[in-house]
């Protein structure tokens, strides 16, 4: 079975930078397409970036130019790395694995992390 761990939240300054993890468990990861979502109270989870198995990856706009979502399958770990980060980037930010493409969307998979929290304040 496929276990997430995420790590690397925190509180960063406007302007500032930080890097998050995801390490997963189980056989599967190499071949996975894996994501990040983020959800603030009172707002639906939503889909900020992609990485596929052969390293491809997408973004959401608000966050293009700014963060890289890049993996190492050798540690079957996934990372978030955030740069001039902006207050609206406060989210709590998850790690998923298995995401699937269809009827023009990215639909999760069943594994998900627990969470890690990341304040953008001044």
């Known amino acids: 079975q496929v276990q997430l761990v995420e790590s690397g939240g925190g509180l960063v300054q406007p302007g500032g930078s930080l890097r998050i993890s995801c390490a997963a468990t189980?056989?599967?990861?190499?071949?996975?397409?894996m994501g990040w979502y983020r959800q603030t109270p009172g707002q639906e989870r939503v889909l900020v970036a992609v990485?596929?198995?052969?390293?491809?990856?997408e973004y959401e706009g608000s966050v293009k130019g700014r963060f890289t979502v890049s993996r190492d399958n050798a540690k079957n770990t996934m990372y978030l790395q955030m740069s001039s980060l902006k207050p609206d980037d406060t989210a709590i930010y998850y790690c998923n694995l298995g995401l699937l493409w269809g009827s023009n969307s990215w639909f999760p998979g069943d594994y998900w992390g627990q969470g890690t929290q990341v304040t953008v304040s001044s």
């Open positions: 990485i596929g198995p052969g390293g491809g990856t």
């Open positions: 189980g056989s599967i990861f190499s071949r996975s397409t």
